[in-house]
């Protein structure tokens, strides 16, 4: 059981916005950077997000996140069907002194 | 390019022990932190442990479910990361990854992992 608490099961059509939230506390997301990460078992994980909002180059804008106090949310827009895969965040946590993935939310497009 | 290659999966009985290699090219690896990552059959993902840099003393930091079992060290002159993992048990059956620690920037590679496959 993660730290972090991710909601199993997203899903929408092609084209609308979903979002996805991660939820923590003050000794994890409360007090550090968030990451996403974009992940097909099987394959490397795709680094999504860094610094809370920030996208790598290549990510596309319809990719952005947030973070308010001890939750944090990934938002996907004009969803496709190559967006369909893992998504987890992930974040330093002070208190056990290393970093914690949530429990990843698997995104449906139907 | 920057690549990360894995090795040194397979079968092993538990209480047994593997070394794990994560050869790296493309970047300044010395100047890196190394993480391992690892995804069991159906689980998500499972952050195990990172060494950091030189410059940052080759700190090392554990998942609590494997502390006092892995060990985790790099070789700066062969561009190598590894994972020692002993008195491995069934529930470290997993596919491992190392990724690449860019600091706040993240784990901003990856490869493609190796099995690691714990049974008697």
């Known amino acids: 059981q993660s730290v972090l608490t991710q909601p199993p099961s997203a899903s929408g059509t092609p084209g609308q916005r979903v979002t996805i939230y991660c939820s923590g506390s003050?000794?994890?997301?409360?007090?550090?950077?968030v990451y996403w990460y974009q992940h097909l078992p099987g394959t490397a994980p795709k680094l999504l997000i860094y610094?809370?909002?920030q996208r790598p180059s290549g990510v596309p804008d319809r990719f952005s996140a947030s973070k308010s106090g001890t939750s944090a949310s990934l938002a996907i827009s004009g969803l496709r069907s190559e967006d369909e895969a893992d998504y987890y965040c992930a974040v330093w946590d002070d208190s056990l002194g290393g970093r914690v993935f949530g429990g990843g939310t698997k995104l449906t497009v139907l | 390019d920057v690549q990360l290659v894995e090795s040194g999966g397979g079968l092993v009985q538990p209480g047994g022990s593997l070394k794990l290699s994560c050869a790296a090219s493309g970047f300044t690896f010395s100047g890196s932190a190394m993480h391992w990552v690892r995804q069991a059959s159906g689980k998500g993902l499972e952050w195990v442990g990172r060494i950091r840099s030189k410059e940052n003393h080759y700190a090392t930091a554990y998942a609590a479910s494997v502390k006092g079992r892995f060990t985790i060290s790099r070789d700066d002159s062969k561009n190598t990361a590894y994972l020692q993992m002993n008195s491995l048990k069934t529930e470290d059956t997993a596919l491992y990854y190392c990724a690449r620690g860019s600091g706040s920037l993240g784990t901003d590679a990856w490869g493609q992992g190796t099995l690691v496959t714990v049974s008697s």
């Open positions: 610094r809370n909002n």
């Open positions: 003050n000794s994890n997301i409360g007090s550090g950077y």
